[in-house]
């Protein structure tokens, strides 16, 4: 298990006037810290923390522009689309707020400006994808065997006079030990392309970010 802290959950005060709290969390560690598995790329971007964030923050997933990305993304889909033997509907923006609108994922927190927080849940390791839908509320509490929960955190920071620390971080957790040792495997196979596709994204918003 990737353990990285042992700390428990304390959400910051809402009160202080340095946090602005648009939901139940606005850290990654409120939500994911204990976990199984997962992976976290930096990029020092040549922009200042506010244009820096709000180029991770809304980015078009469709503009990454990662042969890899592109690779991974179609091999993932084949599946789906050989059991409905039509083409998916290709959309023609894709930011994670889309992707809260169809309910695969749930935004989870926000610390505006600095860092926000979105997650998914269900088996996401499966040849077809099958995610449930949650609130906010019930990501926190969900368990139930044979699922997962996916949480993901993009930040910034300031870094030196005039630029920025981008992170990306993804964590998995699991909540039953045969699971475990399925998508274990699994994430042996597919780490690198994960960690190439989240790198890529890191790029695509420093450029978008750039004046």
């Known amino acids: 298990m990737n353990d990285k802290t042992d700390r428990t959950r304390q ?15 606005v850290n990654v ?22 244009a820096a964030y709000r180029a991770l923050r809304h980015l078009d997933l469709l503009t990454i ?13 084949l599946p789906e689309r050989l059991e409905r033997r039509v083409p998916a509907r290709v ?10 609108a ?21 088996r996401f390791w499966t040849p077809i994808v099958r995610m449930e839908e949650v609130t906010a509320e019930e990501f926190a509490e969900y368990g139930k065997p044979g699922q997962g929960k996916i949480v993901a955190s993009f930040s910034v920071r300031p870094y030196g006079r005039r630029s920025s620390l981008a992170t990306y971080d993804i964590r ?12 274990t495997l699994y994430w042996r196979t597919v780490s690198p392309f994960v960690k190439s596709i989240m790198r890529a994204t890191l790029r695509a918003a420093a450029e978008h970010a750039r004046p």
């Open 172 to 183: 998995v957790t699991l909540d039953d030990p045969i699971t475990r040792r399925i998508f």
């Open 29 to 50: 560690d409120d939500f994911a810290a204990r976990y199984d598995a997962g992976a976290v790329e930096h990029l020092v971007v040549d922009a200042p923390p506010e």
């Open 65 to 77: 522009g990662s042969r890899t990305a592109d690779l991974a993304m179609w091999v993932r889909g």
């Open 102 to 122: 169809r309910g695969d994922w749930v935004l989870l927190g926000e610390r505006p400006g600095q860092e926000v927080v979105f997650g998914a849940v269900g």
């Open 91 to 100: 959309p023609t923006r894709l930011s994670y707020d889309d992707l809260c």
């Open 11 to 25: 959400p910051p005060d809402a009160a202080s006037a340095e946090w602005e709290v648009t939901e139940r969390s």
